[in-house]
């Protein structure tokens, strides 16, 4: 979820938040200069809205949050899991040029929507 801090009021953004909070594979964040004041993402679906108390929200959580049909990692976590990256402390940017196994991202699909092998794609 997010929505633009210069056309959402404090009441609205604490009516959003309390949608989010303390829920599981739910974040909110502030973006500016959104298309519309709220804006609400899931894995390729987009909901553009002007008002927090929109009934749409409520519908768009409950089709769309760890909906297995609708997103391809059911049960995977949003959180930061122990390992070798550490986001407090995130490597340096790498300007050079991509590896031998680098896909563009400017490739058309294939004709059912996947990336052939090999391949990049717009999805």
């Known amino acids: 979820m997010t929505y633009d801090p210069s056309r959402v009021s404090a009441e609205d953004v604490?009516?959003?938040a309390a949608r989010v909070e303390g829920e599981p594979y739910m974040l909110m964040s502030p973006y500016p200069d959104l298309q519309a004041p709220i804006t609400l993402q899931s894995w390729g679906h987009r909901l553009e809205l002007n008002s927090a108390s929109d009934p749409?929200?409520?519908q768009f959580i409950a089709a769309l949050r760890q909906?297995?049909?609708t997103h391809p990692e059911s049960g995977a976590s949003c959180s930061t899991i122990p390992g070798p990256f550490d986001p407090d402390n995130p490597p340096p940017f790498d300007a050079g040029e991509?590896?031998?196994?680098a896909v563009p991202l400017d490739e058309e699909p294939n004709s059912d929507g996947a990336a052939a092998p090999g391949e990049g794609g717009n999805r």
């Open 14 to 16: 604490d009516s959003l």
């Open 56 to 58: 749409r929200i409520t």
């Open 67 to 69: 909906n297995p049909s």
């Open 98 to 101: 991509p590896g031998p196994d």
